[in-house]
């Protein structure tokens, strides 16, 4: 799956969706005339993520040009960015008057057909859109569901095979036959489509729970259960609520719907899958076009909901994510799951105290839902409130029971909340123990194995965990600094050297692996590359006392060896999971599965 998602962002990337002179297949450049600032202004705001303002920037200059193909095309992605489709049908209307096979215009004219449940006229649109590879497997997918609206199974699942060319497209097709013939009543079909794609793809949710549906509801219990026993070796234990919920209604007998149970559903499926894999591996823009398409179909779906939020989560959009949650149904699986997000937005926006509020309540509404109580630690972790940190972690320890191998992140939170507040011997019983419960986590190996050698002490077993760390997580360039930092306070200039200049390759604008490169430039003679190293580590916004420093050594150098100062706090900035800079909660614990 992650090939195909790969191959997926390189298909658009090498036929963009959202030209005109792609669309149309030819060379010919449309002029911006009128308004050409509020074109500029309109792509600083879109390339900063700010959509709304882009919107009303590319819709400024289409008032006074409006046949401009350019603006055309602007102000209805954006409009379909925001969600605001009424507008968007008007202006694919205007498009595809101009361009009939226009990608993007086709796609929304479909989708609004389809809406007013007029499938033939949603045919023929998503038909003018398959222009481009990716147009083509978009408009084959949906087209698919068109064809079986209207009646047509074989001509449905026949299109569904016609296209042969697209290697990483065949998972959705498999899959969408797969849940067109379960919805067309021809079971054994539709389980041999998905034994096929559950073959290769048994981490999907989606998938999970289409398959593990269709064999409840075919009366096979047992393969349903199987299925989800499956998927859950696969992630490791990291189930999916809504996998949870599965089980749990197969274990009491409940009465088992499918997963998609009209056309509609389906059509909005095709462009939450496409939406999901985009916006989850990079492509927010494509993704969240299609995820706004998802949701005109399907208003309600929790799945596109929630990825949608999570794309404004990605691009700091907060206040529009915790509306987005807002939108999800009460009752559903991933409730709970949603009210930690919206917490943790709510301090992201400096609402500390309705975060915190929020997340008592859930506490006190469920003893046995330990989630509130580790997100309410780890906000207090994130603003430095150490012994407050420490406090709710002991709730969550005390709730859980018998500590399980996934256990291993409380721990490991509570042991560097210990190690901020000075209390190393909790601090390292904890990561000891996060380590016990889960050996290969290149995170506590890197934290435990670095302040051991801080510390000088453990040197050898400190040393083997910081490298066992780099071997299991080769490309992170925090740990990657952290055995070269811990080769400098070793006094092993050479060899630091070598590995700060990798972690320095892998995060060339983090401002403390620079400083760390420049001390290290300094003690093997390398003088100018020294300064020219801790004259960067400035122009990367270091923190205030780190910036002074800075400027100490530029004038003056290190001290002569032997009386070498660190240039960083202990147990700080050489771990991968410590705060280099302020850290939000959402990168110091795994966030609520919600997709």
């Known amino acids: 799956m992650l090939f195909a998602r790969t191959a997926l962002i390189?298909?658009?990337?090498?036929?963009?969706?959202?030209?005109?002179?792609?669309?149309?297949?030819?060379?010919?450049?449309?002029?911006?005339?009128?308004?050409?600032?509020?074109?500029?202004?309109?792509?600083?705001?879109?390339?900063?993520?700010?959509?709304?303002?882009?919107?009303?920037?590319?819709?400024?200059?289409?008032?006074?040009d409006p046949s401009n193909e350019i603006l055309l095309e602007q102000s209805l992605v954006m409009d379909l960015t925001e969600g605001q489709i009424a507008e968007s049908v008007d202006l694919a209307q205007r498009l595809l008057a101009i361009h009939p096979t226009h990608r993007v215009a086709g796609l929304v004219l479909g989708v609004d057909a389809a809406k007013r449940a007029d499938?033939?006229?949603?045919?023929?649109?998503?038909?003018?859109?398959?222009?481009?590879?990716?147009?083509?497997?978009?408009?084959?997918?949906?087209?698919?569901?068109?064809?079986?609206?209207?009646?047509d199974v074989d001509g449905a699942l026949n299109q569904l095979d016609g296209l042969k060319q697209a290697d990483w497209a065949q998972y959705y097709f498999r899959?969408?036959?797969?849940?067109?013939?379960?919805?067309?009543?021809?079971h054994q079909e539709a389980g041999r489509f998905y034994e096929r794609a559950f073959r290769s793809e048994q981490r999907l949710v989606r998938l999970t729970l289409a398959y593990a549906r269709h064999a409840a509801a075919r009366g096979d219990r047992k393969l349903a259960r199987s299925i989800i026993t499956e998927h859950t070796r696969r992630t490791a234990g990291n189930v999916h609520p809504y996998i949870t919920a599965l089980s749990d209604s197969l274990e009491?007998?409940?009465?088992?719907?499918?997963?998609?149970?009209?056309?509609?559903?389906?059509m909005s499926e095709v462009f939450f899958g496409l939406g999901e894999a985009l916006s989850s591996e990079g492509g927010i823009g494509f993704g969240t076009v299609y995820l706004q398409l998802a949701l005109h179909l399907e208003p309600s779906s929790p799945f596109a909901l929630a990825a949608l939020a999570s794309v404004y989560e990605t691009t700091k959009r907060y206040e529009s994510a915790i509306r987005?949650?807002?939108?999800?149904?009460?009752?559903?699986?991933?409730?709970?799951?949603?009210?930690?997000?919206?917490?943790?937005?709510?301090?992201?926006?400096?609402?500390l105290e309705e975060s915190k509020a929020l997340l008592e309540r859930m506490a006190d509404e469920d003893a046995s839902d330990v989630r509130a109580l580790d997100a309410l630690g780890n906000i207090m972790r994130s603003r430095k409130h150490y012994?407050?940190?420490?406090?709710?972690?002991?709730?969550?320890?005390?709730?859980?029971?018998?500590?399980?191998?996934?256990?291993?992140?409380?721990?490991?939170?509570?042991?560097?909340?210990?190690?901020?507040?000075?209390?190393?011997?909790?601090?390292?019983?904890?990561?000891?123990?996060?380590?016990?419960?889960?050996?290969?986590?290149?995170?506590?190996?890197?934290?435990?194995?670095?302040?051991?050698?801080?510390?000088?002490?453990?040197?050898?077993?400190?040393?083997?965990?910081?490298?066992?760390?780099?071997?299991?997580?080769?490309?992170?360039?925090?740990?990657?600094?952290s055995l070269g930092w811990a080769h400098y306070r070793l006094g092993n200039y050479r060899e630091s050297v070598r590995y700060l200049e990798r972690a320095v390759e892998l995060m060339p604008q983090d401002p403390i692996l620079n400083d760390h490169l420049g001390d290290a430039y300094w003690r093997v003679g390398r003088r100018k590359e020294a300064r020219f190293q801790w004259g960067q580590a400035l122009t990367l916004n270091p923190e205030p006392e780190d910036s002074d420093k800075i400027k100490s050594k530029l004038a003056d150098g290190l001290p002569v060896r032997?009386?070498?100062?660190?240039?960083?706090?202990?147990?700080?900035?050489?771990?991968?999971?410590?705060p280099r800079k302020k850290r939000t909660e959402n990168q110091v614990s795994p966030s609520p599965q919600l997709r």
């Open 175 to 186: 899959y969408h036959k797969a849940l067109i013939s379960d919805l067309a009543g021809r």
């Open 387 to 481: 012994e407050e940190a420490i406090g709710y972690y002991d709730r969550v320890i005390d709730r859980i029971g018998p500590p399980q191998k996934q256990h291993w992140t409380l721990f490991f939170a509570r042991g560097t909340a210990y190690e901020r507040a000075k209390n190393w011997a909790k601090a390292e019983s904890d990561l000891q123990r996060a380590l016990k419960l889960s050996p290969d986590q290149p995170s506590v190996l890197n934290y435990l194995g670095y302040s051991w050698v801080d510390q000088n002490k453990n040197l050898k077993q400190g040393m083997e965990h910081i490298r066992k760390a780099v071997r299991l997580r080769p490309d992170d360039g925090h740990i990657v600094d």
């Open 562 to 578: 032997g009386q070498a100062r660190a240039t960083k706090r202990p147990n700080q900035t050489a771990r991968g999971e410590a």
């Open 252 to 266: 009491r007998s409940d009465k088992v719907p499918l997963l998609v149970t009209s056309p509609s559903e389906g």
């Open 10 to 64: 390189a298909a658009l990337v090498a036929c963009p969706l959202f030209s005109s002179v792609h669309a149309r297949g030819d060379e010919r450049e449309t002029e911006v005339r009128p308004s050409f600032g509020g074109y500029l202004a309109g792509r600083v705001a879109r390339g900063q993520h700010d959509t709304e303002a882009a919107a009303h920037f590319f819709k400024r200059a289409l008032s006074r």
């Open 324 to 351: 987005t949650y807002e939108r999800i149904p009460e009752g559903t699986p991933i409730q709970s799951s949603v009210r930690v997000r919206k917490a943790l937005l709510l301090n992201q926006l400096d609402r």
């Open 119 to 151: 499938f033939a006229d949603a045919g023929d649109k998503f038909k003018r859109a398959a222009v481009s590879l990716v147009g083509e497997v978009t408009s084959t997918l949906a087209g698919a569901w068109a064809r079986y609206a209207q009646g």
